[in-house]
């Protein structure tokens, strides 16, 4: 018996005017970055940075996000039918046979090519604004969990990336496919994200001056795709090619992203004790007695 699973038939929409269509992925998505540019204003305020690079940063990294995302979409999951439809990338519309076409929104956004796109784009950022890059990548990868659990959020408003069909208590029938309990792997990601988060804030707030040089950049890159490739063993594949993969196209995406962001660790915790040990050095020298001789 199904009596305990969760029944889940929520409208995308939030609310349709005029064929102008509000719905809670984008919501969520224009939310998640709120919050998160919330919270670096905490941060540039402990940093000491000024508030103004908040908002260049805020611009570059919208656009980042979204072209990367929008881009990863049509080149990895669906190049053949973008290639042949290529203003459809950055359009919103969906063109017809007899040449007339229909606001659809974006149907379609790869968190690998946000990821990619952001990088870009804080590369870009840092040389307008000099700011050190590794240091904003860290700044920055401290609130990217945010994001992350905003889009699977929209993802589930959506019933949209469903899990495989199974029998656990907490299984979600997505009305809107079909009436098979499956796994809620929106629901997974978003909370390895939200502890993700959790454990970062926790680092910055009690040993910032210890962990430096791209080393946030680096756990939060390596922490959020080694759960992303896990939990993709929970999921349905998303386009018919992947069927006839061993390893579908999230998780061969995330492996790079889990071997750059390890690189990062241990470069950022090299760096850092390196340059401890310096200033440690530093100050016993400081403090060793001056002598002299007399000839």
């Known amino acids: ?16 005017l005029f064929g102008f269509s509000l719905r809670y992925y984008g919501v969520l998505f224009a939310g998640g970055i709120f919050l998160s540019a919330a919270i670096l204003r905490w941060i540039f305020r402990k940093e000491g940075i000024e508030l103004d690079k908040l908002d260049t940063l805020t611009i570059y990294g919208l656009v980042g996000i979204f072209v990367g995302a929008r881009l990863g979409h049509c080149l990895f999951y669906d190049p053949d039918y973008y290639f042949n439809h290529p203003l459809e990338m950055l359009l919103p519309i969906q063109f017809a046979e007899d040449g007339s076409y229909q606001f659809t929104g974006y149907l379609g956004l790869a968190s690998h090519g946000g990821v990619a796109g952001l990088i870009l784009a804080l590369i870009l950022y840092s040389r307008v604004t000099k700011q050190p890059l590794l240091n904003t990548l860290d700044l920055i990868a401290i609130v990217a969990p945010i994001g992350g659990i905003c889009i699977r959020l929209g993802n589930l408003m959506n019933s949209e990336i469903i899990g495989y069909p199974t029998n656990v208590p907490w299984a979600f029938v997505f009305e809107r496919e079909d009436q098979l309990p499956r796994h809620p792997a929106q629901l997974y990601e978003a909370i390895c994200y939200l502890l993700i988060f959790i454990l970062l804030i926790y680092l910055y707030k009690t040993r910032r001056s210890q962990l430096r040089y791209g080393f946030f950049f680096g756990l939060t890159t390596s922490l959020i795709f080694t759960a992303r490739f896990f939990i993709e063993f929970l999921k349905e594949r998303q386009v018919a090619f992947e069927e006839q993969l061993v390893l ?28 401890n040990a310096l200033e440690l050095d530093k100050e016993i020298n400081a403090q060793s007695p001056i002598t002299s001789s007399v000839t």
């Not at 018996?1 to 349709?16: A, K, S, V």
């Not at 196209?249 to 004790?273: D, E, N």
């Open 1 to 16: 018996m199904n009596i305990n699973f969760i029944h889940w038939n929520i409208d995308p929409e939030l609310f349709n």
């Open 248 to 275: 579908d196209m999230g998780q061969i995406l995330s492996i790079p992203f889990i071997v750059v962001g390890i690189v990062f660790v241990i470069y950022g915790l090299r760096k850092t004790k390196s340059e």
